[in-house]
């Protein structure tokens, strides 16, 4: 049996209706282009703000640009620090890197994989702006303890929420707890475009509005440029189909919980380490990561049964080419050790409990 790590198609044939009679409404219109009033885009951007309960949602190009346009917004560049976790994907390191200032990595926490408050601190320096907390996997980062932290030092809080739609912490939407949240609708995050997008959900109306300048040339309005941005604006039908999918979210998402719960329940009895979440949040399982020993061997025998796993992250950033020159990999022991046993399980809403008791069964006979 293949079994695919995401099925998007599936996704589409369920669907398949009101997404088609949606990407028809955004050719007969011609709204391609987001930036100038596009009404495919901003109601996009008004539903998906009262979905996380935000004021404010500025869309983009993608979960990159979200990034690095914050970073701007709140004036950070040449000669300041921003934290950052060790172990996600390189756009939360890249971000700071191209508007001009320095990645600090901070090591993640051996239970939860998010990046541990406890060594924040230790990195702060005169020069540091800004945290930029990682929901990994869907797990929301200890923001409490992140923002405690960036109240005592005057920093900004970023989070970058690119794998955590709908995600809660002590109730709330992640990427409403900081100053601003970023997102990326890349086709397979828990809520997906059909190609690159982007955006923010923040409370602040000056960053909302800086955002959106920066992301469209600097134009508050055609023409009337108050400085320079880029080019970084969602598609309409990008918008559309996310106005399409965003009314599913909650029922996919509960999806993926009760395929992790049955997940759970299979491999409770193995010596497979299964993922745990705090109290009082709540995981949406964009990933379902597990650690196993001697990994990249079972990793082989799972490829050659045709079950596509994965593996986020196979080095933590410090180690990547770009940063290795500064790093050893003592300073971030449990993210080096994570790197070599983490391993992602196939997970989306629609797969079968079939499926999962292939994936577990052949996960069994491969650590065995
Ligand atoms: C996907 C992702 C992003 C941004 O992704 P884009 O592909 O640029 O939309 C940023 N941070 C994390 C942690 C991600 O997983």
């Given at each position: 049996m293949k079994i695919p790590f995401v099925d998007l198609?599936?996704?589409y044939e369920q669907h398949k209706q009101e997404i088609d009679a949606a990407l028809q409404r955004v050719i007969e219109k011609t709204a391609f282009v987001g930036g100038n009033n596009n009404p495919f885009v901003k109601e996009f951007e008004e539903k998906f703000a009262e979905y996380c309960g935000a004021a404010f949602c500025a869309s983009c190009g993608n979960g990159t640009d979200s990034l690095e346009i914050l970073l701007k917004c709140f004036g950070i560049?040449?000669?300041d620090e921003v934290i950052v976790p060790a172990l996600t994907w390189i756009s939360t390191s890249?971000?700071?890197?191209?508007?001009g200032a320095t990645p600090v990595f901070v090591d993640a926490h051996p239970d939860f994989y998010t990046i541990d408050p406890k060594k924040i601190e230790e990195k702060i320096t005169p020069r540091t702006k800004a945290i930029m907390p990682v929901h990994l996997y869907g797990l929301?980062?200890?923001m409490d303890e992140i923002m405690d932290i960036a109240k005592a030092h005057n920093l900004i809080v970023i989070e970058d929420a690119a794998q955590a739609h709908g995600a809660l912490y002590k109730g709330k939407r992640v990427g409403t707890i900081g100053h601003a949240g970023s997102f990326s609708f890349f086709p397979g995050k828990n809520l997906g475009a059909y190609g690159d997008a982007g955006g923010i959900v923040t409370n602040d109306s000056a960053v909302a509005e800086k955002f959106?300048?920066?992301a469209n040339h600097g134009q508050i309005k055609k023409h009337d440029h108050r400085m320079e941005g880029r080019n970084s604006r969602m598609d309409g039908i990008h918008a559309a189909v996310l106005s399409t999918k965003l009314p599913h979210l909650e029922p996919w998402t509960q999806k993926r919980i009760e395929r992790v719960e049955l997940y759970n329940q299979l491999l409770k009895e193995t010596p497979v380490v299964l993922p745990t979440a705090p109290d009082d949040v709540r995981h949406v399982y964009h990933l379902y990561v597990?650690?196993?020993?001697n990994r990249d061997a079972v990793y082989a025998k799972m490829r050659e049964k045709d079950i596509e796993v994965l593996i986020h992250y196979p080095n933590a950033l410090p180690f990547l080419l770009p940063y290795k020159e500064k790093h050893r990999s003592e300073d971030f022991p449990v993210a080096h050790t994570l790197t070599q046993k983490i391993l992602s399980l196939p997970l989306y809403p629609e797969i079968t409990d079939d499926q999962i008791r292939y994936v577990v069964s052949s996960l069994i006979e491969a650590i065995s």
């Open positions: 198609h599936i996704q560049g040449e000669g890249e971000s700071v890197s191209t508007v929301p980062a200890p959106r300048m920066i597990v650690q196993v020993e």
